[in-house]
């Protein structure tokens, strides 16, 4: 089945700029018609949405262009490296609730006077 632009971008949940973005950033591959509109086959519909949820697990689109490389050990290294970035920011953001958990029991009156906070504090 063939789709125009704005029926693929409907079919996906997302405004049809957004399609020429990826197509302009090279992350997306779309044939033309005789008339130079942009049609949408099966299967450009579902690199549209690879692209979609590359881009919502949170890989820019230079990311996203690099992990849909035909090479698959470029593909896989890319994403190595977004899982590690992504470790490390839940890491982060597990010791920021730890932090905020231990803020809103303490019992001092000034973070500063607590020993615990101002460790915390240190780690940053």
């Given at each position: ?33 005789g ?24 890989l820019?689109l ?17 994403v ?45």
């Amino acid at each position: 089945m063939v789709r125009t632009i704005g029926e693929a971008a409907a079919e996906l949940g997302i405004e049809a700029h957004v399609l020429r973005h990826w197509e302009q950033a090279g992350a997306l591959a779309v044939r033309r018609d005789g008339n130079g509109y942009r049609i949408f086959d099966d299967a450009a519909l579902e690199q549209a949405r690879t692209v979609l949820k590359l881009r919502r697990v949170g890989l820019s689109l230079p990311e996203v262009t690099a992990a849909m490389a035909p090479k698959k050990s470029a593909a896989q290294a890319v994403v190595r490296e977004k899982i590690a970035a992504l470790e490390t920011e839940v890491r982060r953001m597990q010791q920021a609730i730890t932090y905020l958990r231990h803020t809103a029991d303490c019992r001092h009156r000034y973070l500063d006077d607590c020993p615990d906070c101002a460790a915390f504090v240190r780690e940053l």
